[in-house]
């Protein structure tokens, strides 16, 4: 993908990152991560592209690094795997302070198109179909990491990270052999030799600094491993049904997916999932990233009113769970 760097300096230099919507070259946001935003800059350069914006590199030698294992992951998921990705690109550049910000840059799908937004509108039958699309991909990988354990690929399979390919508004179709496509694949979760290449530190940046012990200690080893282990994922998956409000289709969706493992995509030691095991990881995801949410809006303020210090990050808005 080719990208006009020179209208992403100007964004950098207008933009404020509590409202990006007012900034100089203003940003519509596409969707809220628990960690990032997505965003589409109003600038001829950069129509029908989908932004994520990364302020947490300290040095080049960082930035470089991530830029090679993003290549990677991405290459991975394409060629290894078989998994589709959206065109992509990345780049990055310093300031006149030496501050650095990141970007990564994919072909904007279709919001109708983006799973959460597609389970508005298809029947129940049709999200059935769309949750066996999904684990397909998933098996896939899963075959993949069996198959070479010590360069295993990671991922986070929820349902706000697929797109239906040809799927609209005016076109919502979905199809027994309709084609997804995976769109976050900023977190490249890749090992080498069994041992991750992503540096966790990197995603501890945006957190509070008085925090950032408390984060290591008690979820950091969690939330980067369980992206490995297929039955954590696929509970992952259903879960994410809860914040997305439609809780009524998890018990369907957990009769797929066991039905899934049990004929079609069978795993050596695969666990059925239950709705206990589905409502108490969803319970414990509600408060981790309930608490790391409100520590940083806490973290925008104390910059803003106490320290008097630009807050770098951008931040969610309200998110229903």
């Excluded at 302020?55 to 290894?80: C, D, G, M, P, Q």
């Excluded at 990491?145 to 360069?151: A, G, R, V």
């Excluded at 080498?192 to 509070?208: T, V, Y």
């Excluded at 984060?215 to 259903?238: C, E, G, S």
Aim: charged share 25%; net charge neutral; aromatic share 12%.
């Amino acid at each position: 993908m080719e990208i006009d760097i020179d209208i992403l300096k100007k964004f950098e230099e207008g933009l404020d990152p509590e409202h990006p919507e007012r900034s100089r070259i203003p940003a519509h946001v596409l969707g809220y991560g628990e960690i990032s935003t997505i965003f589409e800059i109003k600038a001829e350069a950069t129509a029908n592209l989908a932004c994520k914006r990364l302020s947490i590199f300290r040095t080049e030698e960082e930035v470089k690094s991530y830029r090679i294992l993003y290549n990677a992951y991405n290459h991975a998921l394409i060629r290894e795997i078989g998994i589709n990705v959206p065109e992509y690109g990345f780049t990055w550049f310093a300031d006149e302070r030496g501050i650095i910000t990141a970007f990564v840059l994919q072909q904007k799908m279709p919001p109708e198109s983006i799973g959460n937004r597609a389970i508005h509108i298809l029947s129940e039958n049709d999200i059935r179909i769309l949750l066996l699309l999904i684990l397909r991909q998933l098996y896939k990988l899963w075959i993949y990491n069996m198959e070479n354990p010590e360069s295993a690929i990671g991922i986070d399979g929820q349902i706000s990270n697929w797109a239906i390919d040809g799927f609209s508004k005016e076109n919502p179709v979905l199809k027994e052999n309709s084609r997804l496509i995976y769109i976050d694949t900023s977190t490249p979760l890749m090992k080498k030799g069994g041992s991750e290449q992503l540096n966790p530190e990197l995603f501890l940046r945006s957190a509070p600094s008085f925090l950032t012990w408390l984060i290591r200690w008690l979820f950091l080893k969690d939330v980067m491993t369980r992206y490995y282990d297929a039955r954590l994922v696929t509970i992952d998956l259903i879960a994410n049904f809860y914040k997305e409000q439609r809780s009524e289709l998890i018990p369907m969706l957990i009769e797929t997916a066991n039905k899934f493992y049990a004929e079609e995509g069978k795993i050596a030691g695969y666990q059925p999932v239950r709705l206990k095991d589905v409502q108490d990881y969803y319970n414990e995801d509600k408060i981790i990233w309930s608490l790391f949410l409100a520590f940083r809006r806490f973290d925008r303020w104390l910059h803003k009113r106490i320290l008097r210090r630009p807050y770098r990050y951008i931040l969610p808005g309200p998110i229903k769970r």
